[in-house]
């Protein structure tokens, strides 16, 4: 073994413990209060149920709001949970860091010898444990109402990843305003609110006036959920990159350069700020 493979995989070792590190220590702190994780579980049930009662009214009446109707509509508001789950990562960055500057241990966070992108993964393979069981159980509930094949599965899988990753960089921009410039902080959450507002989360695109559709359609999170939801109905992931290229080709760019984007854009608030507010 020569010396540089040798320390490649130092390298990796030293990255993945830091990792596990921030895995593990984000799941002690978060099932020390087991009913705030369930509560977190139930609200966005709270958050589909009237469009899901409006909707199955409307397709009573065989309407129809594009690929939607009463066949499948429920396919529709399970995927918007398994999204409004998800979501609950872009809240997680700054809560851990405003917890972290609570105690005053956030500079041992930042300051130390630890990769960003650590930092990023840490927090968000956490996360993804800890929301697993309410997304599994939503899966298979969606599987009964509209059963796919293995390969959709697998596919469907892959992209709520993405999306969590997608929603992990949104946090980790946001939790390094959260602790140095809090007034941006607020204006970027109430931003986000409007992206997701105009992302056709919990109702159909066709449901929406023009002028909205308008807006809509300049909204990358609107691509990246369509795509994952007709991949569930057209259930066949290669017809689906055909039918809807421009869909993939937002999720692909969007995962791949949210990622470095928030960790240059941590670093540089965090070097031109600080921490405010101790």
């Not at 159980?137 to 997608?166: E, N, R, Y």
């Not at 507002?197 to 066709?206: A, N, Q, R």
């Not at 359609?217 to 609107?222: A, D, K, Q, S």
């Not at 569930?232 to 969007?254: A, G, M, Q, R």
Request: glycine share 4%; hydrophobic share 60%.
């Amino acid at each position: 073994m020569n010396l540089k493979t040798f320390f490649n995989r130092q390298f990796i070792r030293r990255q993945a413990l830091q990792i596990f590190a921030l895995v593990e220590k984000n799941l002690r702190l978060s099932l020390r209060f087991k009913f705030n994780v369930v509560i977190s579980f139930l609200m966005p049930i709270i958050t589909i149920a009237m469009p899901l009662i409006i909707l199955g009214k409307f397709f009573t009446l065989n309407t129809e709001f594009g690929p939607w109707n009463e066949s499948n509509y429920m396919v529709f508001q399970f995927m918007a949970y398994q999204i409004l789950i998800i979501k609950a990562l872009i809240n997680a960055f700054p809560a851990e860091f405003l917890r972290e500057k609570y105690w005053k241990t956030i500079p041992a966070i930042i300051i130390a010898p630890l990769n960003r992108y650590n930092l990023l993964f840490g927090i968000f393979f956490s996360h993804i444990i800890l929301i697993s069981i309410p997304l599994i159980i939503f899966f298979v509930l969606c599987w009964i109402v509209f059963p796919i094949s293995f390969l959709t599965i697998i596919s469907i899988i892959l992209l709520l990843l993405f999306i969590a990753l997608i929603f992990s960089s949104i946090g980790l921009i946001i939790g390094a305003f959260a602790i140095s410039n809090e007034n941006i902080w607020k204006i970027l959450g109430f931003g986000i609110s409007m992206v997701f507002w105009l992302s056709c989360l919990t109702y159909p695109f066709e449901i929406f006036p023009s002028e909205i559709q308008l807006l809509i359609n300049l909204n990358p999170l609107y691509y990246i959920f369509d795509i994952l939801r007709t991949t569930w109905i057209e259930n066949n992931i290669i017809l689906s990159i055909s039918l809807h290229p421009v869909n993939f080709l937002i999720l692909v760019l969007t995962v791949v350069i949210f990622p470095i984007i928030s960790v240059y854009i941590f670093k540089m608030v965090y070097k031109k700020f600080g921490i405010v507010g101790y």
